[in-house]
Structures are given as structure tokens and as C-alpha cells.
């Protein structure tokens, strides 16, 4: 089903489950869209959850999330749609705890965004996604692996990355960048270093 503009998604035609997106072209939008976005998403989960032990596991969620969807279709508005899917994600939650803190309530209502909740087959889709990341992820060289761990799970900056590594800014951007890329590679099924293939 092709989504409209109200939930910040561009109907280009491939809407259809039948016929996905490349895992190529998701994965390098993923990329290069979405997990620059990731201090404003870590922000909006800190303000508007409780318990701030649970923010990695629902930023890992919204992600797995975002890239189910997208490769049915690629959001047009990629901030707007993380944080659709945030709330969302959070609306979920608070529903199956059937508590809702006050403060949660008034800042998800304050986005004034649509609504879509995934069914179960999505939410299933998305853990196999997340699944497939964290094995991407473990598979990378030691020190890519530690340089997007502190960037993209820690939210730290590059220079307390260099710090926190003993190394320079540069590097931090080479082991960044190699980092992601091999993320990108593994996720459209090439091997990742040491022949070790997607599962």
C-alpha cells in the first residue's frame, strides 16, 4: 500500500510487498539518511521514556523499524519518519504496560504526527533485521567495531572517540567509515572480512 504525504513517505510505485526495494539501496540510505539522525532520535527517546536502561533497545528497535518499511518504500522525510516511528514505538510500549507517565504523554501528542502501527509480521521482519544487524555488527575488525559502537550506540562525539581510542580524529573517520560500509555490505549479503558470509 502506498503511504502518502501525512506520514512523510513518498509514493513512488513500490508500495507493493511483492516488489521490495534492493536491500542495496535501503541499506545505503539507511546510511546515509538515518543514523545521522541518531542523536536527535537518542534525545526524543531520553525525553519521553522512564526508564533511560531501555533507550539502546528501543533506538535499535526504531531502526529495525525504519528499515522494514523502507524497503517497501523510502520515507521522503527521513527525520519525520524516525520520529513517527519513535512515537509509534512508544505508544506500543506504554500501551502494553498500560501505564502512561504524564510527561510521556505530553510530548508524543506535541509531535502531531500520523499514527501507523506495524502488525506482527512486521515486528518479526524487523527483530530478523536487527538480528542480522547485531551479527554484522560482531563480525566487524575490533577497532571499527568500537569506533561505530561509541558513535552510533554511545552518541559520542568524534574528539571524545579519538580520546576514548588513543587515536586520531582522522582515523576515527577512516574506522567509521569502514565501519558503515561494511555494515552496508553485509546487509545486501556481501562477506564481511574473514569470508565470514550473512547468515
Not at 513518498?10 to 539507511?30: H, K, N
Not at 523499524?65 to 513517527?84: D, H, M, Y
Not at 561494511?182 to 547468515?199: C, I, S, T
Request: hydrophobic letters at 40%; proline letters at 7%.
Amino acid at each position: 500500500m502506498a503511504e502518502t504525504q501525512e506520514n512523510g513517505r513518498e509514493s513512488t510505485g513500490l508500495g507493493q510487498q511483492d516488489d521490495p526495494l534492493s536491500t542495496r539501496d535501503v541499506a545505503a540510505w539507511f546510511v546515509r539518511e538515518v543514523l545521522p539522525l541518531e542523536p536527535i532520535l537518542t534525545k526524543y527517546l531520553q525525553r519521553n521514556w522512564h526508564n533511560p536502561s531501555d533507550i539502546v533497545d528501543l533506538r535499535q528497535e526504531v531502526y529495525a523499524r525504519v528499515c522494514t518499511s523502507a524497503q517497501r518504500e523510502i520515507p521522503r522525510e527521513p527525520k519525520r519518519f524516525v520520529l513517527v516511528t519513535a512515537r509509534n514505538l512508544l505508544i506500543t510500549r506504554l500501551r502494553d504496560a498500560q501505564v502512561i507517565p504524564i510527561e510521556a504523554t505530553a510530548d508524543i501528542d506535541a509531535l502531531e504526527v500520523a499514527t501507523e502501527s506495524p502488525g506482527p509480521d512486521r515486528i518479526a521482519i524487523a527483530r530478523d533485521e536487527l538480528r542480522r544487524l547485531q551479527t554484522a555488527l560482531d563480525q566487524l575488525p575490533p577497532r571499527c567495531r568500537e569506533a561505530v559502537v561509541l558513535a552510533h550506540i554511545h552518541s559520542l562525539a568524534g574528539h571524545e572517540i579519538a580520546q576514548r581510542m588513543n587515536i586520531s580524529h582522522q582515523m576515527v573517520s577512516v574506522h567509521l567509515n569502514n565501519g558503515l560500509r561494511l555494515l552496508a555490505n553485509f546487509m545486501h549479503g556481501e562477506e564481511l572480512p574473514g569470508g565470514k558470509a550473512k547468515p
